[in-house]
């Protein structure tokens, strides 16, 4: 491809990467940009350029060893369980939004410590950009097939620069939109998700093109690589001095995968919910094996191909080149470009709040902002960060254009490890011990650094810049006990491995003997008793900060106007009083309202400035390690004993809630029962004094007519038969109530039972001019009490007629049966049965109001006793609430089969 298409390929892909990033910045609440997946495959910015091709450059050159790359990250993945856990709820207590804000918040919020800590990572950040640029620049020209007319040795016809800057700007943009720097920054991390996804499928696939498509095989390759390759050299741990390089190797990336400024970003800054935990621990060591299962036999394939000459960092693109097809070398360097970007892009925004709040706030703008406006701040502060992410591009641009293009990816690389890991002991240490100081803590980072520089820097310029070997092979002014690969005659380890394991003795050793020797003054000791415990600080919050002191509220809170905007100021303050039930009319602050404050203003200017600013407001006394464990203790009690009082709180409160609704129940059933005999009186009122009424007609009149005298005495049966009915009913349901009924079940017919009782009620149905059909795909044969479920269809049957219109009634009975059991429904066309009635109908003493008919007929026991039976024959009978017009019942009942 042209130099012409491959720059307008890169502009178009990284038009794209925006606007991915400006759909997620839209759209934070949606599953997909929130999903835990998104969370794991963010942490794959592990990968850079350096792993996507570095790896297969030291598989060609070392063999098996380059795993230890990606043996630690994988070891220490079922560790984040217990070791991440504890970082990320230290640093969301505390807002925390870098390394260099948790490590400094470890030790007194050091202010010091932070500067010192943010520039060992920009120490380590900016070479690794470096080589990301190095990276673009080769494999440009390596894809690239034509020339542009305009070549020459500027920045101004160096794509690689324009490159640089776009990135800058798209970090610069994304990751400042928000002055918090503890927020998450989610279009940047979906952009790096979507990076993570493209990079792993590319590298698979030239990984597949190479072994079944160059070759026909892994066995294919392994028998060509036995023939012309050193296998024993290149598939070996190499024996014991292997094993201890691979122990060391392995230790390397395991650090590396909790400090490197941009997993910390990553992994704890951009954290949100347990799930995103859960998912990362095998998700990413998933990712990352899948990301090394081609990775040998791409490297023997280069070398059996393009032999030692070629450079086997960019064997991915060599290869598919070498055979023609550029397209998937196109393919391929676009991964390598999802790499470097997604590196390059949150490594400078760790960077530059790292720089903004550990650096250049704290010792140079600090005194200004107290003194302006939150609004000019804000501007201000996010100035500062765009500052810093173009001056750490520009940084290493510069350092990329000094580099020796024989310098293999791989070495950079590990110079930026062997760096980051001189934060280990103190950030590793000191949240499992208490005692460990900031001044052991610079000491020990200083000492490391300087170990670095002898045994590894300083050879790796003198051999590979200055071409000069000499202080390599006889030591510093020729003393063989100061050789830098084999300081004190140790030489079982390689470069590195020699390089980190006499930083980290030296830096270990200087920080636990000067911790133990000299102790840390009371803030330390304050904030190293919170680290150890930071269960207890999750769970005591603002009452884990011991502080004693002098503050006024107004005092405090108008640095936070003054820093977060009066709105957000406001708001926070109300929250605070709310949960602490804080008096708005208190003037003194208390430590609460302190720890508070720090937190708000850490992840605006970091845990350094924060100190700094509340300190400028409130006179603080000193607290002895003794104070701070008894008054840690003396919260602990206070808030169990809060938690034990809110606990009893909620219990009353649920019990006061049940005993109303059992009143309000009661209240219902009472107007219920007294509705009931208010019916039942008028119903035995009524035939009473009907058959009162003829009883004394028929005494009185002696000579009335036969055929009167007879209607008189059929009004008395039946008057009598309504009442016998009545009290029947309330017999039955008394009966079936307290259990004392026993069914008479038999295997019989269902459908034969409806349409008997369809029968029972056809000649009301034709004297309404109702329509009543029956529907039954087949015989239903079940076991059931034969007259107790016809009285229930019966009833459900008459309730209808009850409801639905003289002349255009229509009444619809479905009887199915499944796998489930057997359905009965019957609907109608009536008036339906209102919302609010659909959970009384089935009470005792319960009538319709919506009754066709002007005088309620019944007793109120008709479903009630219904429901009865059901319950009796296992089943459940409900009305169906969904129709808009006319009432639905429905009967659920088991199967029984004899």
């Not at 499928?201 to 160059?214: D, E, K, R």
């Not at 016998?724 to 269902?750: F, P, T, W, Y």
């Not at 009635?837 to 109120?860: A, R, V």
């Given at each position: 491809?042209?130099?012409?298409?491959?720059?307008?390929?890169?502009?178009?892909?990284?038009?794209?990467?925006?606007?991915?990033?400006?759909?997620?910045?839209?759209?934070?609440?949606?599953?997909?940009?929130?999903?835990?997946?998104?969370?794991?495959?963010?942490?794959?910015?592990?990968?850079?350029?350096?792993?996507?091709?570095?790896?297969?450059?030291?598989?060609?050159?070392?063999?098996?060893?380059?795993?230890?790359?990606?043996?630690?990250?994988?070891?220490?993945?079922?560790?984040?369980?217990?070791?991440?856990?504890?970082?990320?709820?230290?640093?969301?207590?505390?807002?925390?939004?870098?390394?260099?804000?948790?490590?400094?918040?470890?030790?007194?919020?050091?202010?010091?410590?932070?500067?010192?800590?943010?520039?060992?990572?920009?120490?380590?950040?900016?070479?690794?950009?470096?080589?990301?640029?190095?990276?673009?620049?080769?494999?440009?020209?390596?894809?690239?097939?034509?020339?542009?007319?305009?070549?020459?040795?500027?920045?101004?016809?160096?794509?690689?620069?324009?490159?640089?800057?776009?990135?800058?700007?798209?970090?610069?943009?994304?990751?400042?939109?928000?002055?918090?720097?503890?927020?998450?920054?989610?279009?940047?991390?979906?952009?790096?998700?979507?990076?993570?996804?493209?990079?792993?499928?590319?590298?698979?696939?030239?990984?597949?093109?190479?072994?079944?498509?160059?070759?026909?095989?892994?066995?294919?390759?392994?028998?060509?690589?036995?023939?012309?390759?050193?296998?024993?050299?290149?598939?070996?741990?190499?024996?014991?001095?292997?094993?201890?390089?691979?122990?060391?190797?392995?230790?390397?990336?395991?650090?590396?995968?909790?400090?490197?400024?941009?997993?910390?970003?990553?992994?704890?800054?951009?954290?949100?919910?347990?799930?995103?935990?859960?998912?990362?621990?095998?998700?990413?060591?998933?990712?990352?094996?899948?990301?090394?299962?081609?990775?040998?036999?791409?490297?023997?394939?280069?070398?059996?191909?393009?032999?030692?000459?070629?450079?086997?960092?960019?064997?991915?693109?060599?290869?598919?080149?070498?055979?023609?097809?550029?397209?998937?070398?196109?393919?391929?360097?676009?991964?390598?470009?999802?790499?470097?970007?997604?590196?390059?892009?949150?490594?400078?925004?760790?960077?530059?709040?790292?720089?903004?709040?550990?650096?250049?706030?704290?010792?140079?703008?600090?005194?200004?902002?107290?003194?302006?406006?939150?609004?000019?701040?804000?501007?201000?502060?996010?100035?500062?960060?765009?500052?810093?992410?173009?001056?750490?591009?520009?940084?290493?641009?510069?350092?990329?254009?000094?580099?020796?293009?024989?310098?293999?990816?791989?070495?950079?690389?590990?110079?930026?490890?062997?760096?980051?890991?001189?934060?280990?002991?103190?950030?590793?240490?000191?949240?499992?011990?208490?005692?460990?100081?900031?001044?052991?803590?610079?000491?020990?980072?200083?000492?490391?650094?300087?170990?670095?520089?002898?045994?590894?820097?300083?050879?790796?310029?003198?051999?590979?810049?200055?071409?000069?070997?000499?202080?390599?092979?006889?030591?510093?002014?020729?003393?063989?006990?100061?050789?830098?690969?084999?300081?004190?005659?140790?030489?079982?380890?390689?470069?590195?491995?020699?390089?980190?394991?006499?930083?980290?003795?030296?830096?270990?050793?200087?920080?636990?003997?000067?911790?133990?020797?000299?102790?840390?003054?009371?803030?330390?000791?304050?904030?190293?008793?919170?680290?150890?415990?930071?269960?207890?600080?999750?769970?005591?919050?603002?009452?884990?900060?011991?502080?004693?002191?002098?503050?006024?509220?107004?005092?405090?809170?108008?640095?936070?106007?003054?820093?977060?905007?009066?709105?957000?100021?406001?708001?926070?303050?109300?929250?605070?009083?709310?949960?602490?039930?804080?008096?708005?009319?208190?003037?003194?602050?208390?430590?609460?309202?302190?720890?508070?404050?720090?937190?708000?203003?850490?992840?605006?200017?970091?845990?350094?400035?924060?100190?700094?600013?509340?300190?400028?407001?409130?006179?603080?006394?000193?607290?002895?390690?003794?104070?701070?464990?008894?008054?840690?203790?003396?919260?602990?009690?206070?808030?169990?004993?809060?938690?034990?009082?809110?606990?009893?709180?909620?219990?009353?409160?649920?019990?006061?809630?049940?005993?109303?609704?059992?009143?309000?129940?009661?209240?219902?059933?009472?107007?219920?029962?007294?509705?009931?005999?208010?019916?039942?009186?008028?119903?035995?009122?009524?035939?009473?004094?009907?058959?009162?009424?003829?009883?004394?007609?028929?005494?009185?009149?002696?000579?009335?007519?036969?055929?009167?005298?007879?209607?008189?005495?059929?009004?008395?049966?039946?008057?009598?038969?309504?009442?016998?009915?009545?009290?029947?009913?309330?017999?039955?349901?008394?009966?079936?109530?307290?259990?004392?009924?026993?069914?008479?079940?038999?295997?019989?017919?269902?459908?034969?039972c409806i349409e008997d009782a369809i029968n029972g009620i056809s000649s009301i149905a034709k004297r309404k001019n109702v329509d009543?059909?029956?529907?039954?795909?087949?015989?239903?044969?079940?076991?059931?009490?034969?007259?107790?479920?016809?009285?229930?269809?019966?009833?459900?049957?008459?309730?209808?007629?009850?409801?639905?219109?003289?002349?255009?009634?229509?009444?619809?009975?479905?009887?199915?049966?499944?796998?489930?059991?057997?359905?009965?429904?019957?609907?109608?066309?009536?008036?339906?049965?209102?919302?609010?009635?659909?959970?009384?109908?089935?009470?005792?003493?319960?009538?319709?109001?919506?009754?066709?008919?002007?005088?309620?007929?019944?007793?109120?026991?008709?479903?009630?006793?219904?429901?009865?039976?059901?319950?009796?024959?296992?089943?459940?009978?409900?009305?169906?609430?969904?129709?808009?017009?006319?009432?639905?019942?429905?009967?659920?009942?088991?199967?029984?089969?004899?």
């Amino acid at each position: 491809m042209s130099k012409a298409a491959l720059i307008a390929l890169i502009f178009v892909y990284l038009g794209i990467l925006f606007l991915i990033a400006l759909f997620a910045e839209k759209n934070k609440g949606s599953k997909l940009v929130s999903h835990p997946v998104v969370y794991a495959l963010s942490l794959a910015v592990y990968c850079s350029a350096w792993t996507y091709y570095g790896s297969v450059g030291m598989a060609a050159k070392s063999g098996v060893e380059f795993l230890t790359i990606y043996l630690g990250p994988i070891i220490a993945a079922p560790l984040w369980i217990v070791l991440l856990k504890k970082i990320i709820q230290l640093s969301k207590v505390y807002n925390v939004s870098s390394i260099a804000d948790f490590i400094s918040l470890r030790y007194g919020n050091s202010r010091s410590l932070g500067a010192f800590v943010t520039l060992v990572c920009a120490a380590s950040i900016i070479p690794y950009i470096s080589l990301q640029l190095k990276a673009i620049s080769e494999t440009f020209e390596i894809v690239s097939t034509s020339t542009l007319g305009i070549e020459g040795s500027s920045v101004i016809t160096d794509s690689t620069f324009y490159i640089a800057l776009i990135l800058a700007v798209f970090a610069s943009f994304f990751g400042t939109l928000a002055l918090d720097a503890s927020k998450n920054k989610t279009g940047v991390m979906f952009s790096v998700a979507f990076e993570s996804v493209l990079k792993l499928t590319f590298f698979l696939i030239v990984g597949v093109y190479v072994t079944y498509y160059v070759f026909d095989g892994t066995s294919d390759i392994y028998e060509q690589a036995e023939l012309g390759l050193d296998l024993n050299q290149l598939s070996t741990i190499k024996g014991l001095s292997g094993g201890i390089n691979w122990y060391f190797s392995i230790a390397l990336s395991f650090l590396a995968i909790f400090l490197l400024p941009r997993q910390f970003q990553t992994s704890v800054v951009e954290f949100t919910n347990r799930k995103q935990l859960k998912t990362s621990i095998w998700f990413f060591p998933l990712y990352l094996l899948l990301f090394n299962v081609f990775v040998i036999f791409i490297a023997w394939g280069g070398m059996l191909i393009l032999g030692n000459q070629a450079n086997a960092d960019y064997f991915t693109l060599l290869i598919p080149l070498h055979f023609g097809d550029h397209w998937l070398a196109i393919l391929v360097f676009l991964g390598g470009l999802s790499a470097v970007i997604s590196m390059v892009v949150v490594s400078t925004v760790a960077l530059s709040t790292m720089l903004s709040n550990n650096l250049i706030i704290p010792y140079g703008f600090i005194k200004n902002l107290t003194r302006s406006k939150s609004f000019k701040n804000e501007k201000t502060i996010k100035n500062i960060r765009r500052l810093c992410v173009f001056s750490s591009i520009i940084l290493a641009y510069l350092l990329y254009a000094l580099f020796d293009p024989k310098v293999s990816l791989f070495s950079i690389g590990l110079i930026s490890f062997l760096i980051i890991a001189q934060l280990a002991p103190s950030f590793f240490i000191g949240m499992f011990w208490n005692r460990g100081s900031a001044l052991g803590s610079k000491a020990g980072i200083i000492l490391g650094m300087m170990m670095i520089g002898f045994t590894y820097l300083l050879p790796f310029i003198t051999e590979n810049v200055l071409s000069n070997s000499q202080f390599v092979e006889n030591g510093l002014y020729g003393v063989q006990m100061l050789k830098p690969y084999a300081l004190f005659g140790i030489d079982l380890l390689n470069p590195v491995n020699h390089a980190l394991y006499w930083s980290l003795l030296f830096n270990t050793g200087a920080y636990l003997v000067l911790s133990v020797i000299k102790k840390g003054n009371y803030r330390e000791r304050n904030y190293g008793e919170m680290f150890v415990n930071s269960e207890r600080v999750v769970e005591l919050k603002e009452n884990a900060y011991v502080w004693k002191g002098e503050a006024n509220v107004e005092d405090i809170q108008n640095i936070l106007v003054r820093f977060l905007g009066e709105t957000k100021a406001n708001k926070a303050l109300r929250v605070f009083r709310k949960r602490y039930q804080v008096n708005p009319e208190e003037k003194l602050a208390d430590a609460r309202f302190i720890n508070f404050s720090e937190r708000l203003l850490t992840g605006a200017v970091g845990s350094a400035s924060a100190k700094i600013l509340i300190s400028n407001v409130a006179k603080e006394k000193p607290v002895s390690l003794v104070e701070v464990l008894k008054i840690l203790e003396e919260n602990k009690e206070t808030i169990s004993v809060n938690k034990s009082l809110e606990e009893q709180s909620q219990k009353l409160i649920k019990l006061t809630s049940e005993l109303k609704s059992a009143n309000d129940e009661l209240k219902i059933q009472d107007q219920l029962k007294d509705d009931f005999l208010d019916t039942v009186a008028h119903e035995l009122k009524t035939p009473i004094t009907s058959i009162k009424a003829s009883s004394e007609v028929l005494t009185e009149a002696e000579d009335m007519p036969f055929e009167l005298r007879q209607k008189f005495l059929n009004n008395i049966i039946q008057d009598t038969e309504r009442l016998n009915v009545l009290i029947n009913d309330i017999l039955d349901l008394e009966k079936m109530a307290s259990g004392r009924d026993v069914l008479n079940l038999k295997l019989q017919a269902l459908d034969r039972c409806i349409e008997d009782a369809i029968n029972g009620i056809s000649s009301i149905a034709k004297r309404k001019n109702v329509d009543v059909r029956f529907q039954s795909k087949t015989q239903i044969q079940t076991e059931f009490d034969y007259s107790k479920m016809l009285q229930v269809f019966t009833n459900l049957l008459s309730n209808s007629l009850k409801f639905v219109s003289e002349n255009d009634g229509k009444i619809k009975v479905f009887l199915e049966e499944n796998s489930e059991g057997i359905s009965f429904k019957i609907r109608d066309n009536g008036k339906g049965i209102p919302e609010e009635e659909l959970d009384l109908i089935f009470k005792k003493f319960y009538q319709s109001k919506n009754q066709t008919f002007k005088k309620p007929l019944g007793s109120g026991f008709g479903l009630a006793i219904c429901k009865q039976i059901v319950q009796m024959h296992g089943g459940e009978i409900f009305a169906n609430s969904n129709l808009e017009k006319g009432a639905e019942l429905i009967i659920k009942l088991p199967k029984r089969n004899a």
